[in-house]
């Protein structure tokens, strides 16, 4: 017996990707809020988040730095959701928000501080060249950091595989071992206590 695969994690898309938008926004939040955590923003960092979704977190970056936080996605819906959630800052040209495939970035090398992948990485094809193509947009004394859900070792992450469309899980020490062969020189890996929460953070 077959079943039809979730596609809206993937790309969201129409009026069901609105509102998967709006459960991601708050299903995500115990993992943005550990991700937050472990990384050290500077003042004045210029910072891009890939997968913006609904631009929460955008937001939360915007009252940390007085620099520009700009967001990227290939899903037009969520493109709109961000720009709506952050219109002020978009307005002032503190945002901008680039709809855009990971793959192949319209953005000049070594633009950004730090650039963040929250709940995405999943999704990414070929994942070593995706993240050197990440590599080649953050300046030299960089971080990229990856926050999602799981660290590979969830007991659901078999279901989320057979019913999610186009998802791959990856534990730290893979993470590691892709993103250092895409140039990155360290990376530290943090599990949120008590559950599968990962935050992987690459030094350029």
């Avoid at 002032?92 to 495939?101: L, T």
């Avoid at 971080?143 to 186009?166: C, R, Y």
């Avoid at 590691?176 to 062969?181: M, S």
């Amino acid at each position: 017996m077959s079943f039809k695969k979730i596609t809206q994690c993937r790309k969201p898309h129409g009026s069901e990707g609105v509102e998967t938008i709006k459960r991601m926004n708050k299903n995500h939040q115990e993992i943005s809020e550990f991700a937050f955590e472990c990384i050290d923003i500077g003042e004045n960092d210029k910072i891009l988040d890939i997968g913006c979704g609904g631009g929460v977190n955008i937001e939360k970056f915007l009252k940390i730095t007085q620099n520009n936080v700009d967001g990227l996605d290939y899903s037009e819906v969520s493109v709109k959701e961000t720009i709506k959630r952050n219109q002020k800052s978009v307005d002032n040209k503190r945002c901008r928000v680039i709809k855009a495939n990971v793959s192949a970035m319209p953005i000049k090398d070594e633009e950004y501080d730090l650039v963040s992948a929250f709940e995405t990485i999943y999704f990414w094809p070929d994942i070593e060249n995706t993240f050197r193509e990440v590599s080649r947009i953050i300046k030299k004394t960089g971080q990229f950091m990856i926050a999602q859900g799981t660290d590979g070792n969830h007991p659901d992450d078999e279901k989320w595989l057979a019913s999610v469309e186009g998802m791959s899980v990856y534990t730290a020490p893979q993470l590691e071992k892709y993103l250092k062969n895409a140039g990155f020189r360290s990376v530290k890996s943090y599990v949120k206590e008590n559950d599968y929460i990962l935050v992987v953070i690459a030094q350029k």
